[in-house]
């Protein structure tokens, strides 16, 4: 069984600039979660999807990041302007049970804001 | 104060130590997750535990509900182990994990 995949894996842009990010998930997962993880620390929950539909985007600044899943499959997370603070890794999960079992995790896409 | 605090923050070991990794929470939690993440930001779910004890290989996970804490135990650790190991809680009626800072493995040949 495929894995959850990401890309692209690494990105260097200049503050200011946009960035977009992909992620598909693991075949009839039907939760999808964005996590930002900055050097150091634990991941942080930025967005969480039920198929199409978000549960949570609580924690998502949303003045300059958004996230879609139109289909409730693959989904897209886009920053725009990007800030220096927004160098992390982000991390795509899946999970077919609502979030009450294992997540699967994808690798990660590193971003650098210069 | 965190939700998850994790203990030590970093742990170098010898090829063959026993080596555990604490942590602690301070909500009510339907279950715990251990994590591993290796260079490069890959994360591999080791175990979810909501009572008792885990084991999987050299890996055994515990969990005390009443004092909210977990414990990861690596038996005859290995330098492949290195590795940052995460705690992560789901708590109450929430369908999100809460993740704590993470404890940074190195084991020495």
């Known amino acids: 069984e495929a894995g959850v995949a990401q890309s692209p894996r690494y990105k260097i842009i200049e503050k200011r600039q946009s960035v977009a990010f992909w992620c598909n998930p693991i075949?009839?997962?039907?939760?999808l979660y964005w996590y930002q993880q900055i050097l150091g620390q634990g991941p942080k929950l930025l967005i969480q999807?039920?198929?199409?539909?978000?549960?949570?985007d609580s924690q998502l600044p949303k003045d300059r990041f958004s996230a879609e899943r139109l289909k409730g499959v693959d989904s897209t997370l886009k920053i725009q302007p990007a800030k220096l603070e927004d160098s992390a890794v982000y991390l795509c999960?899946?999970?077919?049970?609502?979030?009450?079992?294992?997540?699967?995790f994808g690798p990660g896409t590193r971003l650098t804001v210069l | 104060k965190n939700e998850v605090e994790q203990s030590p923050q970093n742990l170098t070991a010898q090829e063959g130590e026993f080596i555990t990794i604490n942590c602690s929470y301070s909500?009510?939690?339907?279950?715990l997750h251990w994590l591993q993440q290796h260079p490069g930001g890959g994360i591999v779910s080791l175990f979810m535990?909501?009572?008792g004890k885990k084991k999987h290989g050299r890996l055994i996970a515990t969990i005390n509900i009443q004092e909210k804490h977990s414990s990861l135990h690596i038996t005859a650790s290995h330098p492949r182990d290195s590795a940052v190991y995460i705690c992560?809680?789901?708590?109450?009626?929430?369908?999100?994990?809460?993740f704590g800072s993470g404890t940074q493995l190195t084991v020495l040949p």
């Open positions: 999960a899946s999970s077919d049970s609502g979030g009450a079992g294992e997540q699967f």
């Open positions: 075949s009839g997962h039907a939760t």
């Open positions: 999807f039920q198929n199409n539909g978000v549960v949570d």
């Open positions: 909500v009510g939690i339907s279950a």
């Open positions: 535990l909501s009572s």
């Open positions: 992560a809680i789901l708590s109450g009626s929430a369908r999100q994990l809460t």
